[in-house]
């Protein structure tokens, strides 16, 4: 009988049927690992366009909180566009102009937001959309009412909001569908609260207050009668009420409170 040594034993079944079988894995496993690691790079710049765009909302939405109707007027839509598309979506190394608008060549471009295929993701720098309008009534009807009869915006919330058209990827390369036919857009906004129905001054505050009691107007025109029993019976030496007047309201600092400011070094 003739034994058979390890080099002539046939291999189990099982395991011929597995031969091959990580090879296999790898290539299917790289049918959709491939295409993600070739489209790694876009996805940055697509992020990367992303944050501009957010960071170029609040540059539209803190300028309202300068530019606005209850500072006493708004900036120029055209002007604030031109602002934010040459800060935000131009060379990064660009100096901040007046008056200084970008344009669709290379040397106003951002070099790192390009397509495979060099040409800009950003097509026509002037598709950069740049809106600030009121972000609508805020808190409730009894607020709003209020905030009318002491003279104040109902509308103190303001959204600044950017729009950026992306290019499509080039067609025809498998590993960047559906990159290529989408029309990516990307939008992102701000909302501030530009009013904070501050009072500016005393005069402001009086003014406001006055809104509210409108009574107190036809009240102080009669004051001087109001003040006839004082003088006769009182000889004047009682001070009549002064009715309908709120400038004893005013939040004054008493003279013996105050100190002298000091200037060049010395107390003036």
């Keep these: 009988m003739t034994i058979c040594q390890p080099p002539c034993m046939r ?65 120029d839509p055209a002007q604030l566009a031109q602002e934010v598309r040459r800060r935000f979506f131009s060379n990064i190394e ?10 669709n060549f290379l040397a106003h471009q951002n070099l790192f937001w390009r397509s495979p295929d060099g040409t800009a993701l950003i097509r026509d720098i002037n598709t950069v959309g740049v809106s600030v309008a009121p972000a609508g009534a805020s808190g409730t009807l009894l607020l709003r009412g209020v ?12 959204r600044g909001s950017v729009s950026v058209p992306l290019a499509n990827l080039p067609a025809g ?8 036919q989408i029309n990516l857009r990307i939008d992102r906004s701000t909302t501030l609260l530009v009013d904070g129905w501050n009072a500016r001054d005393r005069a402001a505050v009086r003014t406001r207050v006055e809104r509210m009691v409108p009574v107190s107007q036809a009240v102080g025109a009669v004051t001087p009668v109001l003040s006839l029993p004082f003088m006769v019976f009182e000889l004047n030496q009682v001070d009549p009420p002064r009715v309908g007047e709120l400038q004893d309201w005013d939040d004054l600092v008493p003279a013996d409170r105050l100190r002298p400011r000091a200037r060049e070094g010395r107390t003036q």
């Design 11 to 75: 291999t189990p079944l099982g395991r011929r049927s597995q031969s091959g079988q990580a090879l296999t894995e790898f290539l299917v496993a790289a049918l959709a690992i491939v295409p993600l690691f070739l489209l790694l790079p876009v996805i940055a710049k697509y992020q990367d366009v992303g944050h501009a765009t957010q960071m170029a909302s609040r540059y539209a939405a803190f300028d309202a909180t300068t530019n606005n109707p209850s500072t006493g007027g708004t900036k």
């Design 94 to 103: 660009a100096p901040v102009r007046s008056n200084d608008a970008a344009g």
């Design 173 to 180: 390369i498998r590993s960047y569908e559906p990159f290529d």
């Design 147 to 158: 905030a009318g009869l002491f003279g104040l915006t109902d509308t103190p919330l303001y």
